[in-house]
């Protein structure tokens, strides 16, 4: 589950994590997801666009306002309860955010 990028294009615009949020359903598979990003990040330190806790925190809230716009570029309205999915999808998507 967590081998390859699978955030949608529209959340790709800097260098996310090299994690697979495809399928996300349960709280434990976000929880792999996040191991799997610090593996990646300590694997991958110079990768990441956002690879200190400042400014991935400052991109989680960016991604956060901007989700809405990510899903309608996609085609797609923005579930009004968050699920697991986007729980991981926003996550990965704060470490490449720009």
Known sequence: MV??????EAYETGRPADV???????????????HAMVENLRGN???WENATLDRFLEALAAS?????HAYANRGEILPTQPSWQLVA?????ASGYE
């Open 64 to 68: 956060l306002e901007g989700v809405e």
């Open 89 to 93: 999808e926003l996550l990965v998507m």
């Open 45 to 47: 330190p110079d990768a």
């Open 3 to 8: 081998d390859a990028v699978c955030v949608p």
């Open 20 to 34: 697979n949020t495809d399928g996300v359903a349960t709280r434990e598979e976000v929880i792999a997801v996040i």
